[in-house]
């Protein structure tokens, strides 16, 4: 074995990936990411304007006005604090140029740690180029709504896996870990959930095989069922939330009994907890302190990050409808059974469980990349491969065992944010499983490789022809990367073919002629005709186009998503303005303004007349005076 080991040093150092060689190539990989990320970002804008709305809550924020009381949002402080030290103690200006920027180094940075994520796992630095390439394609939507809490959230969740590969013998790992999951809490409520339960489902899963921790796992695999049928049971008389509760029960059921079986006894266990739990009520006091402190009132804390939120699900589902998607559900709970039950024997299956990871790991890597839905559909329930089939008896394996379940288990139960948006939040729930098929595949090809026919045959080659061949992959990885994936000429070629928006905080933003024609318009005419003036359905970017604050903080979304007493105050401070205007967008799809809703729906569809019409925008000058 230790020869075998010299020898794998020598070609690896053969091979090239030692010193300034991988870090061109990491820089060239890099270079192509930037210059992707750039053209795209800069020549998007989303018709439904998130990022105007999540930097006109940020704006009130840092103008004083407490969170959730004066401020209508349903993310968590953290993001919010976050944001304030990046625009007050940093001094980074609150546009769409640099919130633009922000987005593309969250969403790079990311990449590059699950890039390392991988390489850790699998000590080698093949997996992590091929993470990165998959990363970034994948994170691409980031780019339709810069700025969002999203970015935060999955930058979180990748650097956790990074943490977690320290091992949880380390309890400086597990204090960071329950760090990340209050601020993953505080800034979206059901990802911290999901990561705080997976988190203690992989430390009771490694425990030992004692009756104590026998009952603990029981009672977790219990207890993650109830989950699962109370957050789908509202739900569960539509088809397609019928089918994606029961790829969400496959999922973090079974890679939490293959665990078990595989992996159990190879940590402490549940006695773990006691750091994780400190640190999580460390963080999760100071922050609910701060906020306190800054003017937000519990009650309304808890209204805006919990109860709207679970009823807005309903009034922004967009379904994850996949064909045939259950069919994949039932083979992978069917195999991950077998496996679990003959795992002893696993020898007799060593070809059939190799051959599945290699051909998950394809799947995902390869053929799915970039399609989270299909992924979500087909290979979210085939994430017990992470863990089964790989050596568990060294001390090295032992100690590595924490990472692998504990990324196993986070993608299973992360899997769960597309529900019931099936939108961006799709991408990040599936932003994990990224490594989990690289990690596969790589188990599957390491077996391949240590078959003694395919190491008499490398080890006959010379180091020069080994280096040869890896500079022709490494070429041929960047080739696939920047010309069939991202391809940053095309994205240039589109980003100058287009006219600059040209408008205040957006000089780097291209878009299509006619949107540009609309905006700038619109932007003209309120700044000429109006001291101020809201939107409907939210388009908060005009704000910031025009340079004229809103009269309040609380209008920064669609007239349904405020109650009757935000309503009111919207209305009373049109009632103050000079010359308020309202710009309504043509109603369609799921972000429709529905008429004669509260105070405010009564005042647009009765008390005001339509002064002009941009686009698809009418501005609407409501009558004097107006009514209570």
């Known amino acids: 074995m230790r020869l075998q080991g010299n020898k794998s040093k020598q070609h690896s150092s053969a091979l090239g990936f030692t010193g300034w060689i991988a870090a061109v190539w990491a820089l060239i990989f890099l270079l192509t990411a930037v210059a992707y990320a750039y053209y795209t970002s800069f020549s998007y804008f989303a018709f439904y304007d998130d990022e105007g709305f999540l930097m006109i809550c940020v704006q009130g924020f840092l103008g004083g006005h407490p969170l959730y009381n004066d401020v209508l949002t349903y993310y968590g402080p953290c993001y919010y604090f976050y944001e304030w030290f990046i625009h007050s103690v940093l001094s980074v200006p609150l546009t769409h140029d640099f ?12 990449a590059s740690v699950l ?3 991988g390489g850790l796992m699998t000590r080698s630095a093949w997996v992590g180029f091929f993470v990165f390439m998959q990363a970034t394609l994948h994170l691409t939507p980031l780019a ?4 969002h809490p999203q970015e935060l959230v999955v930058l979180l969740l990748a650097a956790a896996v990074l943490v977690a590969v320290g091992g949880s013998q380390r309890s400086s790992v597990l204090v960071v870990l329950g760090a990340i999951g209050a601020a993953l809490v505080f800034t979206k409520i059901n990802v911290g959930v999901f990561f705080g339960i997976a988190l203690l489902s992989a430390l009771i899963s490694l425990g030992p095989w004692s009756r104590p921790h026998r009952t603990w796992f029981l009672g977790a695999l219990v207890a993650s069922g109830l989950a699962l049928l ?12 019928r089918v994606y509760f029961g790829q969400a029960c496959v999922a973090i059921l079974t890679t939490t009994i293959i665990a078990r079986a595989f992996w159990g006894g190879s940590q402490p266990g549940i006695t773990r907890a006691f750091p994780v739990a400190t640190a999580f009520a460390g963080v999760s006091i100071l922050l609910t302190s701060v906020l306190l402190l800054s003017g937000t009132t519990f009650a309304a804390m808890v209204n805006n990050l919990v109860t709207e939120p679970y009823k807005l699900g309903d009034l922004f589902a967009g379904h994850l409808e996949v064909p045939y998607a259950s069919w994949s559900s039932a083979a992978a709970l069917l195999s991950g059974l077998t496996v679990a039950v003959f795992r002893k024997r696993m020898s007799r299956f060593q070809p059939a469980l190799v051959a599945a990871k290699g051909i998950y790991g394809l799947l995902g890597t390869l053929l799915l990349v970039g399609y989270c839905n299909h992924e979500l ?13 790989v050596e568990t008896e060294s001390p090295a394996a032992r100690r590595a065992a924490f990472a692998r379940v504990f990324l196993g288990l986070q993608a299973a139960w992360q899997g769960l944010q597309a529900y019931p948006i099936a939108g961006t939040e799709a991408v990040v729930a599936t932003a994990l499983q990224i490594v989990v098929c690289s990690v596969c595949l790589h188990d599957a090809i390491k077996v391949v490789m240590a078959a003694p026919w395919a190491a008499r045959r490398l080890s006959a080659l010379p180091p020069r022809i080994l280096a040869l061949l890896h500079t022709l ?12 994936w991202c391809n940053p000429v095309s994205a240039r070629r589109y980003y100058q073919s287009v006219p600059p928006l040209g408008l205040r905080g957006s000089k780097l933003l291209r878009l299509p002629p006619e949107e540009v024609e609309v905006y700038r318009t619109l932007t003209q005419f309120l700044n000429n005709e109006c001291d101020t003036f809201i939107t409907v359905p939210g388009m908060e970017s005009l704000h910031f186009w025009t340079g ?3 009269p309040t903080y609380l209008n920064a979304s669609t007239v349904v998503a405020m109650n009757y007493n935000q309503q009111t105050q919207v209305v009373a401070a049109l009632e103050k303005a000079k010359r308020p205007l309202i710009v309504v967008r043509e109603a369609g799809g799921i972000y429709a303004y529905t008429p004669d809703t509260g105070p405010l729906g009564k005042l647009i569809s009765q008390q005001c007349r339509e002064i002009r019409r941009i686009g698809r925008f009418h501005i609407l000058e409501p009558q004097r005076p107006l009514a209570p």
């Open 230 to 241: 109370f957050l789908f049971g509202r739900h569960l008389g539509e088809t397609w939330a």
């Open 115 to 117: 890039a390392a994520v």
């Open 473 to 484: 992959l490494l070429a041929s990885l960047l080739y696939v990367f920047g010309d069939r």
């Open 99 to 110: 919130t633009t920027a922000l987005c593309i180094f969250h969403w790079l940075m990311t």
């Open 144 to 147: 339709r709504e810069p700025g």
């Open 377 to 389: 559909g087909y290979l979210w329930p085939w994430g017990w491969l992470l863990l089964a089939g």
């Open 548 to 550: 004229k604050p809103p």
